[in-house]
C-alpha cells in the first residue's frame, strides 16, 4: 500500500519546507518502507512513501 502527503499554499514559497514535508512522509512509513521521496516547489509540496508488491505467481514487481 502506497501513500502521499502535501499541501498547496499561495501565500509562501514551500520551497523551504523540505523538513516538514519528509516528517509528513515519514509517519506514512507503515505504508510503504520500500522507497520514498519529496517533491517541492514554490506553492505546492508532495511526498510519497511505497511499498513494492510482488507478485506471487511469478515473483515480479508490479
Not at 519546507?17 to 516547489?41: F, H, I, K
Not at 506471487?56 to 508490479?62: A, H, L
Amino acid at each position: 500500500m502506497c501513500g502521499i502527503a502535501g499541501w498547496v499554499s499561495f501565500q509562501r514559497d514551500l520551497t523551504s519546507q523540505r523538513e516538514v514535508l519528509e516528517a509528513m512522509t515519514a509517519t506514512q512509513e507503515c505504508r510503504g518502507p520500500d522507497s520514498s521521496g519529496v517533491w517541492l516547489a514554490p506553492y505546492a509540496g508532495l511526498g510519497r512513501r511505497r511499498l513494492a508488491v510482488i507478485d506471487v505467481e511469478d515473483g515480479c514487481s508490479r
